[in-house]
């Protein structure tokens, strides 16, 4: 950008007829510039502020506990829903609000999904930089985009369902404050709730 504005100025400057306007635009151009610099300045230190804060948040700790996501990309997810998992109710209302829900569009006689348009870019883009991390370093990631693509998917459709099924994790570990529990292990889990909630029925009934 400076290199071009140097190129453009040196080229005026070469000319022998006076543009209307010349003098004014070398002087606003390095103003605007300079603003904008300061801009991006303040917005770096208010989101080091920010993000400060959040350490002492409780879903800090279990945003960051899932295979791709680090500190800073817990607070970008964090500063996308305003630290309030309630404004959500399902898994589908954030994905939605993420724009993330897949959305399946056909061309002829080829069919796939997309992401859908609009949603939260910084929720967006954090999800989908997070789920290329872990399907390149978490197997069961990996394993399970895997699996889409040998049900049929295109590459970008199975990394569409990885995304969108991280979300479905993400949510459940909000809503209920629990730290990422690996999909075998969550199975388990979910088992062992239900023959307990079984067998509290059964007794109840006798």
Same mark, same amino acid.
């Given at each position: 950008?400076?290199?071009?504005?140097?190129?453009?100025?040196?080229?005026?400057?070469?000319?022998?007829?006076?543009?209307?306007?010349?003098?004014?635009?070398?002087?606003?151009?390095?103003?605007?510039?300079?603003?904008?610099?300061?801009?991006?300045?303040? #917005?770096?230190? &208010?989101?080091?502020?920010v993000e400060t804060l959040l350490e002492d948040?409780?879903?800090?700790?279990?945003?960051?506990? !899932?295979?791709?996501?680090?500190?800073?990309?817990?607070?970008?997810?964090?500063? $996308?829903? %305003?630290?309030?998992?309630?404004?959500? @109710?399902?898994?589908?209302?954030? $994905?939605? %609000? $993420?724009?993330?829900?897949?959305?399946?569009?056909?061309?002829?006689?080829?069919?796939?999904?997309?992401?859908?348009?609009?949603? @939260?870019?910084? &929720?967006?883009?954090?999800?989908?930089?997070? $789920?290329?991390?872990?399907?390149?370093?978490?197997?069961?990631?990996?394993?399970?985009?895997?699996?889409? #693509? @040998?049900?049929?998917?295109?590459?970008?459709?199975?990394?569409?369902? &990885?995304?969108?099924? #991280?979300?479905?994790?993400?949510?459940? !570990?909000f809503k209920n404050t629990t730290?990422?529990?690996?999909?075998?292990?969550?199975?388990?889990?979910?088992?062992?709730?239900?023959?307990?909630?079984?067998?509290? @029925?059964?007794?109840?009934?006798?």
């Open positions: 950008m400076a290199a071009s504005s140097t190129t453009c100025f040196d080229a005026i400057g070469q000319q022998s007829v006076t543009v209307a306007g010349t003098q004014a635009v070398q002087e606003i151009v390095p103003v605007l510039a300079s603003r904008i610099r300061q801009l991006r300045e303040q #917005r770096e230190q &208010l989101t080091d502020k948040h409780p879903l800090l700790t279990v945003t960051a506990s !899932m295979p791709g996501i680090a500190v800073r990309t817990a607070s970008q997810i964090l500063l $996308a829903i %305003y630290g309030d998992i309630t404004r959500f @109710n399902s898994a589908a209302h954030l $994905a939605a %609000y $993420a724009g993330i829900a897949p959305v399946t569009r056909r061309s002829g006689s080829i069919r796939g999904e997309h992401p859908a348009r609009g949603g @939260n870019k910084r &929720l967006k883009n954090t999800l989908w930089q997070t $789920a290329f991390i872990a399907a390149f370093h978490d197997l069961e990631s990996y394993a399970y985009q895997q699996r889409k #693509r @040998n049900e049929g998917k295109r590459h970008n459709d199975s990394v569409i369902c &990885l995304v969108h099924q #991280r979300c479905n994790v993400i949510y459940s !570990m730290l990422y529990q690996p999909m075998h292990l969550a199975a388990t889990t979910d088992r062992a709730k239900h023959a307990q909630t079984a067998t509290h @029925n059964q007794a109840d009934m006798t």
